[in-house]
Nanobody, 126 residues
């Protein structure tokens, strides 16, 4: 069982930066792949970035490549999303999630994620 809590969201001007954190409880965090998803008003939830259990591989949606960076610290049971050069279109609720399988490769689809946080809101003003 993994419980996830996001933090770090807020209001920022376009061009600014935010760092989201995802704190996990449970002893299996270090074996799980992790991902960040987002859902903008009126839109479907989409993957933003993903990382393998050991941080060895990452994935980024084309819309955030070069601006966002995903990382994790297994010793602290925490995952991060550094968001730079934010744009108004990045405005959304951001969710962290942990995969169903352990020690797997990068996972980019929702159905492969079993544990979800409650979300944190990010608003980017123009």
């Amino acid at each position: 069982q993994v419980q996830l809590v996001e933090s770090g969201g807020g209001l920022v001007q376009a061009g600014g930066s935010l760092r989201l954190s995802c704190a996990a409880s449970g002893r299996t965090f270090s074996s799980k792949g992790m991902g960040w998803f987002r859902q903008a008003p009126g839109k479907e939830r989409e993957i933003v970035a993903a990382i393998t259990w050991n941080g060895g591989s990452t994935y980024y949606a084309d819309s955030v490549k070069g601006r966002f960076a995903i990382s994790r610290d297994n010793a602290k049971n925490t995952m991060y999303l550094q968001m730079n050069s934010l744009k108004p279109e990045d405005t959304a609720d951001y969710y962290c999630a942990a995969t169903r399988m352990s020690f797997a490769g990068v996972r980019t689809t929702e159905d492969l994620y079993e544990y979800w946080g409650q979300g944190t809101q990010v608003t980017v003003s123009s």
